[in-house]
């Protein structure tokens, strides 16, 4: 008996097998949140418990700050490699969401992601993006090719067809791979749920009746009124819920086609 | 555990029959389109002046939005009646065919919309086609915008039976034809006014009706069908090697005995491996396995895991049919990247028919895959009978294999009872007569780059050292033996296969040969390689830049050509495909025939080709040192 998570999971499995055979340095990007958990379980399902790839952090400065010490833990717990990376210049300028946020979103977390691709050497980033989040990530293919400079070709993307993934790259492009473009945020909390997963606990509905449902940079990230306090709760929550996941996130709202644009140049 | 089925559907069909509309409706009607974004896409439609429209909770890119079209395929996730959707969009402009195709090869039925105000466009049929090829062979087809044809019965029969026709031609399943007003959100769920003649299921009950959810129970479907494990990789993160890949037909369990193609080793499984670990005692048609083996066999990434009594097919060619997706037309020339299951091996493409015509963006067409090494595949739309073809960074074009090709000869052969009768005087009792090998020595080069100097050159030569030698002179062929042919590239073929055949029975009586002829396709000098055998080919570029060619004009054809008196000429208005890999590659415009003739004997020395013992007095051994 396959019952839906199980065929989501093993497509996944597939998808990240295939990127590791095939792409140069592989590594994960890791935003502690639940989606990159989840994706950091199915790598560890893919190569039966090893994580043979590094985790790459964007570390805006901004993160809320119980993620960094629930990051560092985790990452010691499970003896994992970690790359941070940061955009220091621009920090060191005074880039901060007051300079507009999605001018703060290019520097700090684009313009960092790209600088720490280049000073690793990395061929080939893992992200927990799904087409459920918005109308962009809608769009995408499983693999997405980006030059140097990060952008995204959407108005003409490659035939991806069956599980045939063009995972060849030329040295100057690395490569997008999303292995849960299929999930929902409900399967994802169903498959946290089956797994029993260890996931942040800023998730979760604190003494204030206030949890966060996507996590972000504390400027610019909203918590909602909720009082799920475990992740069945979590679970009822999304299934009943008719507001947005990601309307908590002040960049995706900054104008009609915020996340486009910035997606179209390199964003997550 | 949460238990979901799940019914995976693309929508098709023409350029703005109303794909979009469709899915954007069901997807406000059912899906869980949160308040923020309804609010959101009413603000664009207010900006933009028109009425609030449901394709842009799918279109959400700028340009698709401005111009009220599809660019990209996606896919939701809806639920209705308790049964969840996978509904894909996929555009329906030609040039986003590679979009539709991407969309819709994830999916298991189709629903094919038409405008019944407009009827059947070119895309619809297009589109029903590829569905075909994909493997996705029933459709549920929606005749749209019914209120905008006045509800009319009579015109819904009219399209209705058209298309009913169109279906079963390409021998597909048509489950139902059901009229709709997708704007209007009209007959999806349930019956509305204007279609009270109507007494079928509205879309969403016959689509429940007649479409199957795939999840629930595939082991008891697996069983019957043979095992097909793609290899993915062998891991060994410790001393064990594990052989990690996917099912995509069949199950398999501890115990069994698996065969590898096409390395055909075997061993035993021991156990299916998992994290956590657990006891795995089968693993099913979908799933993405680990596998520990009794022996730790060496097979590398491509092979295909079978039981050994129903292993798949192992050839390097085979016959398909494929459908073209992008922009550049298929070059008959070039050399394509094949993948089936996790196997990739470099490939030409020939058509079926050996026409070779132009194939471009949403052509399809019959082919011959002739693989660089042989491949394993199925073909009875189970298992890995479904390939793409790519170039390095991109998949041009995809399709499902169809019948093996028997061992054809070359070129068509139209008489059937011919049995090929041997005993003969063999090619060695001959070469050891003359005291010599035979060989075939292949010319290519633009007319003009001095094919024929060279080769009267290099006969006297070879002449003076001892050897039997014959030239085979393209133009003085073309004025006995092929004078039947012209310049098409039909007849281009024909006339290297029949250079190719008679520098076979020359190169069986130990003779020399030299063959002078244009022979510009690339794929004619292969056929000719493998004709004559790839040992004793040896293809000698002639390389000469056209503007020097053009210059000598040794028979003043150039000059005709260019005066439009000739057509199909080569290298002007006709494609010279130069080799890629010659034995020889000679600068007619830098070399002097001595050195060009130098450095061939050189060539034969280094091959062991030697002059006869007899021959060799003072002129012979002149002749033949470079």
Not at chain 1, 43 to 71: C, N, Q
Request: proline share 4%; charged share 25%; aromatic share 8%.
């Amino acid at each position: 008996m396959t019952d839906y998570l199980t065929r989501l999971e093993h497509e996944s499995v597939f998808i990240i097998r295939e990127a590791y055979k095939k792409v140069r340095n592989l590594a994960l990007l890791w935003s502690m949140g639940k989606d990159s958990t989840v994706l950091l379980h199915l790598v560890r399902k893919a190569f039966l418990g090893h994580v043979p790839i590094p985790l790459v952090h964007i570390d805006t400065s901004y993160k809320i700050p119980e993620m960094i010490t629930w990051r560092d833990q985790y990452v010691k717990d499970h003896g994992l490699r970690l790359i941070v990376g940061q955009n220091k210049a621009a920090l060191a300028d005074g880039m901060g969401p007051d300079k507009g946020r999605l001018v703060c979103c290019g520097a700090l977390k684009t313009q960092a992601l790209l600088d720490t691709i280049k000073e690793n050497n990395i061929g080939g980033l893992l992200l927990g993006i799904r087409r459920d989040e918005e109308g962009s990530r809608a769009k995408e293919r499983v693999v997405s090719p980006r030059p140097e400079n990060g952008t995204w070709t959407y108005k003409d993307q490659v035939a991806e067809i069956w599980n045939h993934y063009n995972l060849h790259l030329p040295e100057e492009v690395h490569m997008r791979v999303h292995p849960l473009l299929s999930w929902t945020e409900l399967d994802v909390w169903e498959y946290i749920e089956r797994e029993k997963l260890d996931i942040m606990p800023l998730y979760f509905s604190n003494a204030d009746g206030q949890r966060y449902r996507s996590l972000g940079c504390w400027p610019c990230t909203g918590t909602i009124d909720s009082c799920a306090s475990t992740i069945e709760s979590i679970v009822d929550e999304i299934r009943t819920t008719k507001t947005s996941e990601r309307a908590g996130r002040a960049q995706d709202n900054a104008d009609t086609y915020a996340m486009q644009k910035l997606r179209s140049q390199g964003y997550m | 555990m949460t238990q979901h089925e799940q019914r995976k559907i693309v929508i098709v069909g023409h350029v703005d029959h109303g794909k979009s509309t469709l899915l954007g409706r069901l997807l406000m009607d059912f899906g869980k389109v949160p308040q923020q974004t309804i609010e959101k896409v009413r603000k664009v439609c207010e900006s933009r002046g028109v009425q609030l429209e449901p394709a842009f909770f799918l279109d959400a890119f700028q340009e698709e939005q401005e111009q009220g079209i599809s660019i990209d395929t996606t896919r939701v996730n809806f639920e209705f009646d308790g049964h969840r959707f996978l509904l894909i969009d996929a555009p329906g402009h030609l040039e986003f065919l590679k979009n539709m195709t991407s969309g819709a090869s994830g999916a298991e039925t189709g629903i094919l919309v038409i405008d019944g105000h407009e009827g059947i466009g070119s895309q619809t049929l297009r589109h029903l086609k590829i569905l075909g090829i994909l493997g996705v062979g029933k459709v549920v087809v929606v005749v749209n915008k019914m209120d905008k044809s006045g509800y009319k019965q009579a015109r819904f029969e009219e399209v209705a039976a058209e298309i009913r026709a169109h279906v079963e031609r390409e021998g597909q399943t048509c489950l139902a034809v059901v009229p709709i007003s997708a704007l209007k959100g009209e007959n999806l769920t349930s019956a509305c006014e204007g279609l009270s003649w109507y007494a079928g299921l509205p879309l969403l009950p016959q689509l429940v009706a007649s479409t199957t959810a795939v999840s629930v129970d595939t082991a008891e479907a697996a069983a019957a069908e043979p095992l097909r494990m793609v290899l993915q990789d062998v891991y060994r993160f410790t001393d064990e090697r594990f052989y990690a890949g996917r099912i995509v037909s069949g199950s398999i369990a501890p115990g069994a005995r698996v065969f590898f193609s096409p390395s055909g080793k075997v061993s035993t499984v021991e156990a299916l491996e998992t994290f956590p670990p657990r006891d795995m005692p089968l693993a099913v048609k979908g799933d993405s396995v680990a596998l520990r083996l009794k022996d730790q066999i060496f097979v590398e990434r491509g092979e295909v895991v079978s039981l050994p009594d129903q292993t798949p097919e192992v050839n390097n060619e085979l016959q398909a049919k494929l459908i073209w997706l992008n922009s550049e037309p298929l070059d008959w020339a070039n050399e394509y990247l094949l993948k089936v299951g996790t196997q990739e091996v470099s490939c030409r493409l020939e058509p079926s028919n050996m026409v070779f015509q132009q194939v471009g963006n949403g052509d399809f067409v019959d082919v011959v895959i002739k693989a660089q090494k042989p491949i394993c595949f199925d073909r009875n739309g189970f298992g890995v009978d479904k390939f793409v073809i790519c170039t390095t960074y991109e998949t041009v074009a995809c399709g499902s294999i169809m019948a093996l090709t028997t061992a054809a000869p070359q070129g068509s052969q139209k008489s059937k009872n011919i049995v090929v009768e041997s005993g003969f005087v063999k090619r060695e009792e001959h070469e050891n007569r003359h005291g010599h090998k035979g060989t075939v020595l292949w010319m290519t080069g633009l007319s003009g780059a001095g094919k024929s100097t060279l080769a009267k050159a290099l006969e006297r030569r070879l002449f003076a050292a001892g050897f039997r030698v014959q030239v085979l002179d393209g133009d003085n062929l073309r004025s006995g033996i092929c004078a039947d042919l012209g310049f098409e590239p039909e007849d281009r073929a024909e006339n290297i296969r029949r250079v190719a055949h008679l520098s076979k029975l020359l190169l069986n009586t130990g003779t020399v040969v030299i063959s002078a002829c244009i022979s510009p396709y690339e794929k004619d000098r292969r056929i000719a390689k493998e004709i004559i055998g790839a040992e004793d080919f040896h293809e000698l570029f002639i390389f000469c830049p056209i503007e020097v060619c053009q210059s000598r004009d040794p028979k003043g054809l150039y000059k005709k050509a260019s005066g439009g008196q000739i057509s199909d000429f080569s290298g002007l208005n006709a494609p010279y495909q130069p080799p890629a890999n010659p034995k020889l590659r000679l600068d007619s415009s830098t070399m002097s025939i001595e050195s060009e003739v130098d450095s061939i004997i050189a060539m034969l020395q280094a091959e062991g080709i030697k002059p006869p013992v007899s021959a060799v007095g003072a002129r012979g051994e002149l002749a033949w040192k470079p």
